[in-house]
Antibody, heavy 120, light 107 residues
């Protein structure tokens, strides 16, 4: 059974750095064309893709947020971590991690999401 | 960035109705288009991959079609569990982008 679960703070202050952890199970990490991505969704709004890390450690970022994002993985711990610097109230959203499968390029398994509120 | 324009933004329908949602890409994306269903408080659920592939476990009443810039998701006979929000997603090139969503609610 494949599962992903996001964890991290529910409240951060403006200018602080957010660190989110995606803990997964049941995923094969041997396929270099697969990986884990982060996607967020402000309340009542659309999904926004943030970053993707492949199992071979190649990384991709949203250009509009690239200067603020870092994505890393620890396959020995079955975790992918996203850091977002200089948080702002507009970054208030539910943050999801999702498995990006090889070949088909979609996200076939998603976590339940974690709501992060940015407020002083 | 590739813009994904989804329509309509909302649709009211009854059980048994046929519902069609469209998604238009701002440039040719081949068939690198997926459709997701999202229910309140839940993460998205993959329905359709590469424009017309039915994800394992998804009922056959969900059908995807299209290529290039124009895509369609059709629910052939709406069921009570289908009332949700639907998003399209392009993975032809980075940055990946999503449509604005279509909310299907009860008429």
């Amino acid at each position: 059974q494949i599962t992903l679960k996001e964890s991290g703070p529910t409240l951060v202050k403006p200018t602080e750095t957010l660190t989110l952890t995606c803990t997964f199970s049941g995923l094969s990490t041997s396929d270099s064309a697969a990986g884990v991505g982060w996607i967020r969704q402000p309340p009542g709004q659309a999904l926004e893709w943030l970053a993707l890390i492949y199992w071979d450690d190649d990384k991709r970022y949203s250009p509009s947020l690239e200067s603020r994002l870092t994505i890393t993985k620890d396959t020995s711990e079955n975790q992918v971590v996203l850091t977002m610097r200089d948080m702002d109230p507009v970054d208030t959203a539910t943050y999801y991690c999702a498995h990006r499968r090889t070949g088909l390029r979609d996200f076939d398994y998603w976590g339940q999401g974690t709501l992060v509120t940015v407020s002083s | 960035d590739i813009q994904m324009t989804q329509s309509p933004s909302s649709v009211s329908a009854s059980v048994g109705d046929r519902v069609t949602i469209t998604c238009r890409a701002s440039q040719d994306i081949g068939t690198w288009l997926a459709w997701y269903q999202q229910k309140p408080g839940k993460g998205p659920n993959l329905l359709i991959y590469t424009a017309s592939g039915l994800q394992s476990g998804v009922p056959s009443r969900f059908r995807g079609s299209g290529s290039g810039t124009d895509f369609t998701l059709t629910i052939t006979s709406l069921q009570p569990e289908d009332f949700a929000t639907y998003f399209c997603h392009q993975s032809d090139s980075f940055p990946y982008t999503f449509g604005q969503g279509t909310k299907v609610d009860i008429k």
